[in-house]
């Protein structure tokens, strides 16, 4: 072989705005505890495990031809399924797919937003909002939490009047913090958009399915709301992330905008097949929300009593601290066996919600290096 002629990745071509940066990504690392990515913790029964092969072995049958490029089969199966949370029927003509919600969230900057516009977040959420506004030549302007990590209706209209963005992405329940917004606050934001101009709220409901008795899904604020958009994902409740299928729901107009910017078959076959065989199993599938939900519960029990401030939790994660140096306390969870996420600011980590026997690890762990940081 002749060596290749050496090339660094300053002398490319690379737009301005993606010097400097490292590609995005919680490090994978082979350790016995894997707490660090939310995923769901529980593998794919053996029945479902053979319905998923079998569905994609039929899907090889046509993989000479393309897929169906809108994908309508699943978006009639995804409606039905929302149709629950949604107290209305949903139709297949107000729901778009992708693979992953982030493909969902990178088509919307690429529709609404782009060079000269504006996209407004509420930190610390999930850095992909950012990355994706950026990445799409979409202005990112990040406005600040509460110090409880809450959002009022105030300050989402108050930021939506100065900076009069094309989008607004709220994160319900919000990563990395968990807090689900109250209804009003998205209902204000709506407003407020509706009233400065044309843009789109997202309401990226990532999480949904985790969220505590009592709060309603921002899907049911959509008929009275034709600005709004609700992203969810099969890669969370659905513990599905391997297959790689995000979705949302919004005005029909808002699906036909999309379709201007996906790819041309952007769904595989395989995936489409995949995704439809999993929805065709959901009660199984979903049955793992309420073992999360008590992971979870039982991870903001205890960690009060380790002497630590933790934020209420809808979501199948807990964010944690404040510790003088988060970096040394990851370090000595992973030294131990287990990889929480450091994703910043300075003082907290999130762990995700997983099996009995990791959280018992977590748990034990954690004691052991706040009893040695004494
Ligand atoms: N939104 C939020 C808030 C997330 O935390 C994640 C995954 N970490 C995503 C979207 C993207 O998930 P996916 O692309 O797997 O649907």
Known sequence: DRPWQPLG??????????????????PQLDVPVRLNTNENPHPPSIGLVDALGKAATLAATEANRYPDRDAEALRADLAYY?????????????????????????????????????????????????LIALATATEWVAEQRADDFTLSAEQVTAAIERH??????LCSPNNPTGTALPPEVITAAAAAMAAVGSGIVVVDEAYAEFR?????SAVTLLPANPRLVVTRTMSKAFALAGARVGYLAAHPAVVDALALVRLPYHLSTFTQAVARTALAHADELLSTVEAVKAQRDRIVRELPGLGLALAPSDANFVYFGRFADEQDVWRRLLERGVLVRDVGPDGWLRV?????????????ALSQVLVDAR
């Open 352 to 364: 995700t919600a997983g099996l009995p026997g990791e959280i018992d690890a977590f748990l034990a």
């Open 212 to 216: 505590r008795a009592g709060v309603p």
């Open 9 to 26: 990745l300053d002398e490319l071509p690379l737009r301005d705005s993606l010097r400097g940066m490292s590609p995005y990504g919680a």
């Open 164 to 169: 009069r963005p094309a989008l607004v992405f």
């Open 82 to 130: 929302l149709t629950s949370d949604a107290g209305f029927g949903v139709h297949t003509a107000q729901v778009w797919a992708a693979n992953g919600s982030n493909e969902i969230l990178q088509q919307l900057c690429q529709a609404f937003g782009g060079p000269g516009r504006i996209a407004i977040g509420f930190e610390p959420s999930y850095s992909m909002h950012r």
